[in-house]
T-cell receptor, first 114, second 113 residues
Framework: DSGVTQTPKHLITATGQRVTLRCSPRSGDLSVYWYQQSLDQGLQFLIQYYNGEERAKGNILERFSAQQFPDLHSELNLSSLELGDSALYFC?????????????FGSGTQLSVL | ELKVEQNPLFLSMQEGKNYTIYCNYSTTSDRLYWYRQDPGKSLESLFVLLSNGAVKQEGRLMASLDTKARLSTLHITAAVHDLSATYFCAVDMTGGGADGLTFGKGTHLIIQP
């Protein structure tokens, strides 16, 4: 158990809908990352937050947004969902977001868009 | 654009054998990471390599980094079935500040008794 908690574990929804994925980092970790894993694209970095502020942005679509709250949990919002958004979404956390740190990954949210 | 290539992508081997997974990347970086993912599970950090010539070992796994060749290797010694998993290398390309990792496609390793 990495200590990173993601909910829900599975999500099935329809095209055009909006969903919210939630992540609670390890106790004491200030930095949260979101990654998307799909068969065709592999693991792709979406976005990073540190202590409530956006720190880095990767291949995140405009239809997607995220935030980190004062209690350090994070939410990833996916809107106007398309079939191609079906993927496993991982949250990871680290203490301070430095490049030398290990990332601790949650168990992921499997999103299926039908 | 940073590209990270692993080979092989699939590997089936017998217990007791040695093998090496290769990770090449396309731009200057002195930080490389290895992760393991079991089927249906999350990613587990194995090694963080932070400088040229870095070598780290844990159990039957040893990772090394050659930043001049832009190459990292993950060597498996006397493989056992429990090491069956998908192994990812990942690189970050920025100097200073934080950024996301760029992952390879993963090496799916099956170790047969």
């Amino acid at each position: 158990d990495s200590g990173v908690t993601q909910t829900p574990k599975h999500l099935i929804t329809a095209t055009g809908q909006r969903v919210t994925l939630r992540c609670s980092p390890r106790s004491g970790d200030l930095s949260v990352y979101w990654y998307q894993q799909s068969l065709d694209q592999g693991l792709q970095f979406l976005i990073q937050y540190y202590n409530g502020e956006e720190r880095a942005k990767g291949n995140i679509l405009e239809r997607f947004s995220a935030q980190q709250f004062p209690d350090l949990h994070s939410e990833l919002n996916l809107s106007s969902l398309e079939l191609g958004d079906s993927a496993l979404y991982f949250c990871a956390s680290s203490v301070s977001g430095l490049q030398s740190e290990k990332l601790f990954f949650g168990s992921g949210t499997q999103l299926s868009v039908l | 654009e940073l590209k990270v290539e692993q080979n092989p992508l699939f590997l089936s081997m017998q217990e007791g054998k040695n093998y090496t997974i290769y990770c090449n990347y396309s731009t200057t970086s002195d930080r490389l990471y290895w992760y393991r993912q079991d089927p249906g599970k999350s990613l587990e950090s194995l090694f963080v390599l932070l400088s040229n010539g870095a070598v780290k070992q844990e159990g039957r796994l040893m990772a090394s980094l050659d930043t001049k060749a832009r190459l990292s290797t993950l060597h498996i010694t006397a493989a056992v079935h429990d090491l069956s998993a998908t192994y990812f290398c990942a690189v970050d390309m920025t100097g200073g500040g934080a950024d996301g990792l760029t992952f390879g496609k993963g090496t799916h390793l099956i170790i047969q008794p």
